[in-house]
């Protein structure tokens, strides 16, 4: 019998997508050509025009499920299918993940009746919220002996024993089932804790928070994929619901995505997936390339032969790869890859950042034609980089920079506000936070501008230096000096006429910081009466009276802002939620306490709804790592391949989670060697390797310094790559 349904195998930029939509497409014509010749044999009358609409399936509900790996990627994919089919054929494009949460939460009272639960509403926990409850919750067991036998801090280890839990329902392995995964996967390793002892925490969690009605990632999936699918109501609604199932890059699918697609198709549904054998960028974080590879028993089989057009694919990867995985190979690389090398890191920054300005600048390339990919991205690199071409009026876009919440000063002075407004929470405001807070909020209004001013406006980075305050960050010290008074229950800031020589501030600055105080007192005042509803509602005051005001906020801050609000609000949603099941004795204002405390750890960073600016795409040099480049499927025409020599090539520029191999369908609980983490290493470098030759078209530069941030000498797996380039660019002629 032939399969309707369809695999369709490529290497990157093969065209896999592009013939996932046209599988849609023809979907839809046979569709209406099926339509057509049903309306002609019910009516005894042949088409003559237009075709009642009720009876277009597809046209009348979402009966199509188009799926991608990453948020990014679904959007991209649900706007080319809307543009191909003129918005006509309304489909449901989710990320596995996505759409196991809106399945968990959409038939929950159906497992409130399966599983006894309590009849409420569920909530969602972020990882960071996830983290901190279930650090108190196992806090008493969590002692000292059982840290030092993991080897981890605490925070770290609760991380590993949640991950363990995520990756098990990943693979469709309840949560009772992980002690013996991995008491098999283990063995007589003494390094690690007893596997009954994580498991008994991990169930011990998941009963806390389904009696809460709290759902995690790991929780989600696993209702999902151990009750929900398995319900024969379920399985009625899912499968009228959806005739047809598209899913793009299935190799960074998690294993139960392959139950939900076998139950589609044995219930008649018809599929159409992409899999890239160079992919599995997710491999090691909950991803199951090989599983999924099985569907394709299932499917009439595609392969998209050749290399991506206008790609180095062809011409350098088997070169790479033999210099790569044999060492002693004397070969020398085409002129298309250049090396810059240094002695330290600090000069090889330097010098890749000089030699993209120079390109651009004598416009052999445009600054969205490069891009900088590196294993792992420090602050100072970052910073480096960032700073260089910015000067050079260079724009750079970081590939999701997720830089902790703290790290943004708008973000800390909106704290420390709120210190200041709040009794009791004193110790958590000092001199120098204060001065910030006032440079922060004493920010001038910018003049209206016109719509050209608009378009023609700098780049971000430039933006944000060049925001001009009142309060000069001077004046904020000289009056944090001597008119903040501390106090761990009521800190307080004093008119600038207690410092003695006041004159000096200024009347700009004067006037501003009398303002802010006066805000601040009717803020304590309302506060005092109750007519602040919650912390959120303050955020959002000062946010509308200080920094909002009227203008355009950069992107980067509006983000944080954003994120800051979103936080705050589910923090708080989480809150109302523990003291309604289980009234506490504390103060209201702990509860703020500990939400700064969680900001000031560095946990949350700035990655709101949505995650990228409207409009096209900034002409910018992109900077990210290997991970995050290759889940975001972006091709350029220079590639610049920071820190060559660097062993975490070998790694993806991603950690692998702690017992990610026990839980591989195809392995499950088999132990892990070091001979096979070596072969998995050698086969992620190769997939690297294709992958990233077939998302540039022009020239590869490899930037090798000889010694590491630490002073290590380099010598990862990348570095026959670089003693094989004929052009090299060293500190002595880079000019």
């Not at 237009?50 to 790996?69: D, I, M, N, R, S």
């Not at 770290?156 to 008491?183: F, H, K, N, T």
């Not at 420390?416 to 909020?441: H, I, Q």
């Not at 509803?533 to 944080?560: C, H, K, M, T, V």
Request: net charge negative; hydrophobic share 40%.
């Amino acid at each position: 019998m032939v399969s309707h349904s369809v695999w369709i195998v490529g290497t990157s930029r093969s065209g896999k997508t592009a013939r996932l939509v046209e599988q849609f497409c023809n979907w839809v014509t046979w569709e209406k050509q099926y339509t057509e010749s049903f309306y002609t044999k019910k009516t005894g009358r042949k088409k003559t025009g237009h075709v009642p609409e009720f009876l277009y399936l597809k046209q009348t509900e979402p009966g199509v499920l188009v799926l991608a790996a990453n948020d990014d990627n679904r959007r991209e994919l649900g706007d080319i299918i809307v543009t191909s089919t003129l918005g006509k054929y309304p489909v449901r494009a989710k990320t596995p993940l996505g759409f196991f949460q809106d399945e968990v939460i959409l038939f929950w009272p159906l497992l409130i009746n399966s599983l006894n639960l309590k009849a409420q509403f569920p909530v969602r926990l972020r990882p960071e919220t996830e983290q901190e409850l279930a650090t108190k919750l196992w806090r008493p067991q969590l002692d000292e002996e059982i840290l030092r036998i993991a080897g981890v801090n605490e925070s770290r280890l609760v991380r590993r024993i949640l991950d363990l839990l995520q990756l098990a329902a990943y693979s469709g392995v309840p949560c009772e089932d992980i002690a013996q995964i991995l008491a098999k996967g283990l063995g007589e390793n003494a390094t690690t804790l007893e596997p009954e002892f994580l498991a008994s925490l991990l169930l011990d969690w998941r009963n806390w928070c389904l009696e809460r009605g709290l759902l995690t990632y790991g929780i989600i999936t696993e209702l999902y994929s151990q009750h929900l699918l398995s319900d024969r109501n379920y399985q009625q609604h899912l499968t009228k619901r959806y005739q047809a199932v598209l899913a793009d890059d299935v190799d960074d699918y998690p294993s139960v995505a392959r139950l939900l697609f076998e139950l589609l198709l044995d219930r008649g549904a018809v599929g159409a997936f992409s899999y890239n054998p160079d992919g599995a960028v997710r491999l090691g974080l909950g991803a199951d390339p090989n599983y999924l590879e099985g569907l394709a028993e299932r499917c009439r089989v595609e392969i998209l032969n050749g290399p991506p057009p206008e790609s180095l694919s062809e011409q350098l990867t088997k070169q790479m790869v033999e210099l790569v995985t044999e060492p002693m190979v004397m070969l020398s690389l085409p002129k298309t890859v250049h090396s810059i090398q240094t002695t330290s890191r600090a000069q090889l920054l330097r010098q890749t950042a000089e030699v993209i300005a120079n390109a651009i600048q004598s416009q052999q390339v445009q600054p969205e034609e490069v891009a900088i990919i590196a294993p792992g991205l420090d602050a100072i690199a970052r910073y480096t980089l960032v700073e260089i071409l910015v000067k050079q009026n260079i724009p750079v876009e970081s590939l999701n920079d997720q830089r902790p919440l703290i790290s943004s000063p708008i973000i800390r002075a909106l704290l420390t506000m709120l210190a200041l407004v709040y009794p009791g929470l004193g110790r958590l405001v000092d001199r120098d936070a204060v001065a910030e807070m006032l440079v922060v909020l004493s920010r001038k209004q910018p003049p209206p501008e016109n719509s050209t001013d608009a378009m023609n406006r700098v780049s971000t980075t430039d933006a944000m230096n060049r925001v001009s305050t009142n309060i000069d960050p001077v004046r904020a010290g000289l009056i944090a000096d001597y008119c903040f008074v501390p106090h761990p229950d009521r800190p307080n800031l004093l008119p600038v006429s207690v410092f003695e020589r006041w004159d000096r501030i200024g009347y700009a600055a004067t006037t501003a910081y009398s303002e802010i105080l006066e805000w601040l007192e009717q803020q304590r005042s309302q506060q005092e009466l109750r007519l602040i509803p919650s912390p959120i509602s303050l955020l959002d005051r000062a946010i509308q009276r200080f920094l909002w005001n009227g203008s355009n906020l950069p992107y980067e801050q509006l983000a944080a802002l954003r994120e800051l609000l979103e936080t705050a609000q589910h923090y708080w949603e989480i809150d109302t939620r523990l003291r309604q099941i289980a009234p506490v004795e504390t103060t209201p204002h702990t509860t703020i306490i500990e939400f700064i405390q969680l900001l000031r750890r560095g946990t949350i960073t700035a990655n709101p709804y949505p995650v990228r600016p409207i409009g096209g795409a900034r002409k910018a040099v992109t900077l990210a790592t290997i991970f995050q480049y290759r889940s975001s499927r972006r091709s350029h025409q220079w590639h610049f391949w920071l820190d060559a020599g660097s062993p975490l090539w070998a790694k993806g520029g991603a950690a692998t989670l702690f017992g990610a191999p026990f839980f591989l369908r195809d392995r499950l609980g088999e132990p892990w060697t070091a001979e096979d983490e070596k072969l998995a290493e050698e086969q992620r470098l190769q997939r690297i390797l294709t992958d990233l030759l077939s998302r540039v078209s022009e020239r590869v530069y490899l930037c090798h310094s000889d010694l590491a941030v630490n002073g290590q000498e380099q010598i990862g797996p990348l570095l026959p790559l670089v003693n094989a380039c004929v052009t090299v660019i060293s500190e002595a002629n880079v000019n």
